[in-house]
């Protein structure tokens, strides 16, 4: 039997090595149901940390345990192993590097770090301006991706969670100190992701908050950070900005409980409430993070009722959120071609009044209205399905120009219909999760 080599036996994994919880005080975790866990949970990279590889070296039972206050991310470090290589330049220093990346001030006496959390969970409250709030049930939740946002519940049931979004600057007092905590959580949990620059002014946050009451005492009321995203803002012609999410995330206890879905809500009832602001648009999103996109703006326009009348007949509307109409018999039909305003193909003079209206970026509208034509679209309409095929392909033809003009003609013509395929069974993907 092979046996680890010396290097093998003194390497860790940082990712496991590194432990991460949100602490509560004692009577806010009485406060909690048996499916709810804040403590425990890892990383999902490290190597911005710890390097490319991801690995510590000199250390048996590795354990790094990095706490933070629930509400104000106050920190606690504390580095743990059973042996250590004598110091040399191959023994990683652990805490040194990672105190490049916490700000100072934090924590390595635990009885100490306990009494802050105590001390905070009364005194801690958001930074900034709430701009958004809805409620939940610690009990009856269903974890899931297309968790739907439910309707207010009772305040006075003690099983009801309200959850509290907050509009930040760096102009906002003590914001700036708190956002030093905060922005760990990047590196850990996006791909890619880096610190922003204090020096540029005009960053934007928007930070989700979990406000609980104690079943011991219902008047007191503590705060427990859930997730944030970054927003910055672009001029836009002639006097107006866009604004656009940079970063974005919902730590891992709070994920698949459609958290996600309510802070993309909030910047965008943000945005649309904002006369300054353009457009909202989003930097390089991520995959899950698209789909959160597409599914919430899909949603948006399905229960708008004068958009979905316009665009597809007086029946659209009228059948809960743009579902589709049905006959007398109760089957499910859809429309044909020229029932309104989408086609196909659709009215581009419509189209772009209603995306500057709803403040959608061009190319996500595009994307969702034709997504909403294949909803809606007879399968038998001939003549429908070949101008949806036109419209869509001359949309990716003049996205994709640069790179389609380096093929032949036959090549290029292959290669859009390849595209083309690729992108409907994307939207029935999606249209499936939201139906």
Not at 28 to 39: F, N, P, Q
Not at 263 to 272: E, G, P, R
């Amino acid at each position: 039997m092979a046996t680890p080599t010396s290097a093998q036996q003194w390497t860790s994994d940082a990712n496991e090595a590194l432990t991460l919880s949100l602490v509560r005080a004692p009577e806010d975790k009485a406060s909690l149901w048996a499916r709810e866990a804040y403590e425990g949970f890892h990383p999902t990279f490290t190597y911005p940390i710890f390097g490319e590889e991801e690995k510590i070296y000199g250390y048996k039972d590795l354990s790094i345990e990095l706490k933070f206050a629930s509400g104000s991310l106050v920190e606690y470090l504390n580095v743990k192993y059973s042996e250590k290589l004598p110091s040399s330049s191959t023994v990683d220093d652990i805490e040194g590097t990672l105190s490049k990346f916490i700000p100072p001030g934090y924590y390595t006496d635990e009885q100490k770090f306990l009494e802050r959390v105590e001390q905070d969970a009364i005194n801690f409250k958001p930074f900034g301006q709430k701009i958004y709030s809805y409620t939940r049930s610690a009990t009856t939740l269903t974890k899931g991706k297309n968790v739907a946002i439910p309707q207010l519940l009772s305040p006075e049931d003690e099983e009801t969670v309200d959850f509290e979004v907050y509009h930040s600057t760096w102009q906002t007092p003590g914001f700036r100190e708190f956002h030093r905590r905060m922005q760990l959580f990047v590196l850990l949990y996006i791909e890619g992701g880096s610190y922003i620059s204090e020096s540029e002014d005009s960053w934007e946050f928007v930070v989700l908050y979990e406000k609980r009451r104690r079943r011991s005492s219902p008047d007191i009321t503590t705060y427990h950070f859930v997730g944030y995203s970054t927003l910055y803002p672009f001029y836009c012609f002639p006097e107006r900005v866009r604004l656009r999410i940079s970063q974005f995330l919902i730590l891992p206890p709070y994920q698949q409980d459609g958290h996600g879905s309510a802070l993309y809500t909030a910047i965008y009832q943000h945005v649309l409430g904002s006369p300054s602001i353009a457009e909202l648009t989003v930097e390089d999103p991520a995959e899950a993070f698209e789909d959160l996109r597409d599914r919430n703006d899909l949603k948006m326009l399905l229960a708008n009722e004068k958009f979905m009348r316009e665009g597809f007949g007086p029946e659209a509307a009228s059948n809960n959120g743009g579902k589709v109409a049905r006959t007398k018999r109760g089957k499910a039909r859809t429309m044909r071609a020229g029932a309104g305003k989408m086609g196909p193909p659709a009215e581009r003079g419509w189209l772009e009044k209603w995306r500057t209206d709803l403040k959608i970026a061009g190319r996500q509208f595009n994307r969702l209205v034709e997504m909403l034509i294949l909803k809606h679209m007879d399968p038998t309409d001939e003549r429908a399905q070949r101008a949806y095929r036109l419209q869509v392909k001359e949309r990716l033809y003049r996205f994709n120009y640069e790179i389609l003009m380096q093929l032949d003609k036959q090549d290029r013509q292959q290669k859009l219909e390849e595209t083309f395929q690729s992108v409907v069974a994307d939207y029935r993907r999606i249209l499936g999760h939201v139906l």
